[in-house]
C-alpha cells in the first residue's frame, strides 16, 4: 500500500475523530501563550499512539519527532492560539470561554496536522523524518514562531510546510503559489500633544484634533508616493481617540493602525520612512508626538524547491484538487521560519464554507 493509501485509509477510519478534535478545540479556545490545556490535548493524543511528544518552555506548544532518523527531516507545523473576540455563531460547539474564540481557523489548523501526525505514524516506513510543531501566539506580534525557533524547532530539519484556511477557496480545494504568499505587518501608535484650549482661540494653541486629521489623511499618501506601488503597501487606521467636549481642544490624542507591504525590502525601510514623514506632516502645526512602532513579521515567501513538492503532494490527492491563490495581504509569523530554513505555506477551505458544516470538521 501506498504512503498516499496507507494514511487516506487512517484518515476515512478515524473521520469521526477529528471532527471531535476539532470541535472540542473549538469548544474551548486559549489566547496566545495561554494554549495550556491545548498543549495538553495534543500531547496526549500523541502520547496514546506511542509517540513522544515534548512541550516547549513556558508549558504551550510542543514539538515531536517520527520516522526514520537517518532520512532528512521535515518539520509540519500548526498554530494554537484563539482570537480575543466573542463567538456569535449559535454552533453547538462554539466557544464556552467569554471573548475568546477560534475566528481565524487555528482549531482547524491544529486538528488537520494532528490528524495528518496520526495517520503518518500509522505507515510502516516512512520516506523521511518527521518533526510536528504544534506553535502558541501566532497571533501576538511579533509571533510565536521565535520561541519555538529559540527552543530548536528547526534544528536537523530540512524544510518546514504548513497551511491556512482561506475562505476565498472553494470547498476542496488546496493552494499554493511560489514566492510570496502573504504580506509584512507592521502596527503603529502615534500620540499626539497640545496645551489645550478653547475652539473660539485655536490660533492661541496648537489644534491637535486638525493634527489628527493631518496624519490620517496625509500619511497613507505619503506612503503612496513614497513607495514602489508595485509593493502592495498599505497603511490602515483602527482607531482614534481625543477629546471629551465640543467646544475643547484636546490636551492628547492617539491614533493607531496597521501598516502592511507585499516587499521584504519595504518592510525593511518602513518605520524609517514613517516616523520621517510622521514629524514633518506635524512640523508646520507645532503639535509633539510620539510615536511607537511594533514590528511583526516579514512576508512568507515560499521557497521554489519546496512548492514544487507541495504541488505535487496536493496532485497527488487528486486531479481538481490543486488551486490557485493570490498574495495575502494578512501576516503570518510561519515567515521567520523561512528566515531559516526552506519551506512553503499552502492554504485550504475554511469549514465553515461547507454547505454541510455540521458534518465537516
Known amino acids: 500500500m501506498s504512503l498516499v493509501d496507507s494514511a487516506e485509509s487512517w484518515l476515512a477510519a478515524h473521520y469521526d475523530d477529528l471532527v471531535a478534535w476539532r470541535r472540542h478545540i473549538h469548544r474551548y479556545p486559549e489566547l496566545g501563550r495561554q494554549e495550556f490545556a491545548t498543549t495538553q490535548f495534543v500531547a496526549e493524543r500523541l502520547a496514546d499512539v506511542g509517540l ?6 513556558g508549558g504551550t506548544g510542543l514539538t515531536c519527532d517520527f520516522g526514520p532518523e537517518h532520512k532528512p527531516r521535515i518539520a509540519l507545523r500548526a498554530d494554537m492560539d484563539a482570537l480575543p473576540m466573542a463567538e456569535r455563531t449559535g454552533a453547538p460547539y462554539a466557544s464556552t470561554m467569554p471573548n475568546v474564540a477560534h475566528a481565524c481557523g487555528h482549531d482547524a489548523h491544529t486538528a488537520i496536522l494532528l490528524g495528518t501526525a496520526l495517520a503518518l505514524a500509522s505507515v510502516p516506513e516512512l520516506p523521511v523524518a518527521v518533526r510536528l510543531v504544534f506553535q502558541a501566539a ?44 502573504t504580506s509584512a505587518a507592521d502596527q503603529i501608535e502615534i500620540t499626539l500633544y497640545s ?36 509593493n502592495s503597501t498599505v497603511l490602515v487606521w483602527g482607531a482614534v481617540n481625543a477629546g471629551v467636549a465640543p467646544n475643547a481642544i484636546p490636551q492628547t490624542g492617539v491614533l493607531s493602525g496597521t501598516v502592511r507591504t507585499a516587499s521584504r525590502h519595504t518592510w525593511i525601510d ?24 511594533r514590528r511583526g513579521v516579514p512576508p512568507v515567501v515560499n ?37 531559516e530554513v526552506p519551506g512553503a505555506k499552502h492554504e485550504n477551505i475554511l469549514p465553515s464554507n461547507s454547505r454541510s458544516e455540521s458534518d465537516s470538521m
Not at 52 to 57: A, F, S, T, Y
Not at 198 to 215: C, F, I
Not at 309 to 330: F, N
Request: charged share 20%.
Open 52 to 57: 513522544n511528544p515534548k512541550v516547549l518552555p
Open 138 to 181: 501566532e497571533e501576538l506580534m511579533p509571533g510565536g514562531a521565535i520561541d519555538a525557533i529559540a527552543a530548536g524547532a528547526l534544528t536537523g530539519v530540512s524544510r518546514i510546510f504548513a497551511l491556512h484556511c482561506d475562505p476565498r477557496l472553494e470547498v476542496g480545494k488546496v493552494a499554493v503559489r511560489p514566492g510570496p504568499i
Open 195 to 230: 496645551p489645550g484650549g478653547h475652539t473660539s482661540r485655536p490660533h492661541l494653541t496648537a489644534d491637535l484634533v486638525y493634527g489628527l486629521g493631518t496624519v490620517i489623511t496625509g500619511l497613507p499618501g505619503v506612503l503612496s508616493r513614497r513607495i514602489d506601488p508595485r
Open 270 to 293: 518602513l518605520e524609517e520612512l514613517i516616523r520621517e514623514s510622521v514629524a514633518g506632516l506635524l512640523a508646520p502645526l507645532a503639535i509633539e508626538h510620539t510615536l511607537q512602532y
Open 303 to 339: 521557497e521554489d524547491v519546496s512548492t514544487r513538492m507541495l504541488t505535487h503532494a496536493i496532485e497527488a490527492i487528486g486531479p481538481d484538487v490543486l488551486a490557485d491563490t493570490r498574495q495575502s495581504g494578512g501576516g503570518e509569523d510561519f515567515s521567520w521560519y523561512l528566515e
